[in-house]
């Protein structure tokens, strides 16, 4: 953390940086069936959710032109439903 930004972010310092390459060093190496690499940063840590919101790329989002809108798809309907 410290050689990637040191301490020149306003509300981010170094060992908090650290501190989350860790746990994702943890994440991917437990994923991966080994374990923990690191026994202090197996969750991740709380000044640091906010970058999940950035980086889940389940949470992916699409320009509002190119989007595919669902909200008006006609339904189909079974004859059971009717």
């Known amino acids: 953390g410290q050689y990637v930004i040191g301490n020149d972010v306003q509300g981010l310092n170094a060992q908090m940086v650290s501190d989350y390459i860790r746990y994702l060093g ?4 437990s994923g991966l069936g080994f374990g923990f690499l ?8 709380e000044n640091m ?6 980086s889940n790329a389940n949470m992916v989002k699409t320009d509002f032109f190119e989007a595919k809108s669902t909200a008006y798809a006609k339904s189909t309907a079974l004859i059971d439903d009717l």
Do not use: A, H, I, S
Not at 26 to 29: A, D, G, P, S
Not at 38 to 44: A, G, L, P, R
């Open 26 to 29: 943890n994440l991917r190496w």
């Open 38 to 45: 690191y026994d202090d940063n197996q969750k991740e840590p």
């Open 49 to 54: 959710k906010w970058v999940g919101q950035y």
